[in-house]
């Protein structure tokens, strides 16, 4: 090759900053704004994509590296994930790993503190699904109401501050049918 401004071209274009200039999910590409220039529709690099596979797209203004074998931008690749004064980083020291997503849940743990986090937004769900079983190693403390179908077996004492209602007989303040004075005992309780 002769041409020194075509060479100088090609080696501009190895290795690129940009920023996400638009986002298409199928087939998974991106757009990336480097300098002046917009590129065709680029795949962006993931973490798994085999058997084992990743899904996060990029979202437009994410700063990026965009790689370019043999300095053409058609066949480039975009490396995710570089922090910018528009996205700065959601963390600020070492031993915290946090994941931030755009509606403001935050998923996290502090390997100096030994904390695993995650917080969701109001209203935000969680289902977990796990036929083989769940195994839970450690006390819990748990707020607002528990719904529970099926049979539950407690090994050890059940302390209960308020009262205990089944089938419709509350355990503080059932009344019972029958009742004699004497040795007799009483009838059964009546539902409440």
């Known amino acids: 090759m002769n041409d020194l401004a075509a060479l100088a071209r090609l080696l501009e274009n190895l290795i690129r900053f940009g920023v996400i200039a638009a986002v298409q999910m199928v087939p998974p590409r991106v757009q990336v704004t480097t300098g002046k ?18 899904w996060d797209p990029p979202t ?21 994930g570089v922090f910018s004064d528009h996205i700065p980083a959601n963390g600020n020291r070492a031993g915290l790993h946090r ?17 695993l986090n995650a917080t969701l ?4 769900t969680t289902n977990l699904i796990s036929t083989g079983g769940i195994n839970l190693v450690g006390d819990i403390t748990h707020k607002g109401d528990y719904n529970q179908t099926g049979n539950q ?3 050890g004492r059940v302390d209960v501050s308020i009262d205990v209602v089944a ?4 355990l503080v303040k059932h009344p019972h ?16």
């Open 37 to 54: 220039l917009t590129t065709a529709w680029l795949p962006w690099l993931a973490l798994r994509a085999g058997a084992d596979r990743d």
């Open 60 to 80: 437009v203004g994410e700063q990026v590296i965009l790689l370019s074998p043999s300095g053409q931008l058609a066949n480039g690749i975009v490396v995710t």
């Open 153 to 155: 077996t407690v090994t």
């Open 121 to 124: 937004v109001d209203g935000g």
């Open 167 to 170: 089938a419709g007989v509350s």
């Open 177 to 192: 049918t029958g009742v004699r004075a004497g040795g007799d005992q009483s009838g059964a309780p009546i539902p409440s």
């Open 99 to 115: 994941r931030t997503y755009s509606d403001g849940t935050v998923i996290e743990y502090d390997s100096v503190a030994h904390h």
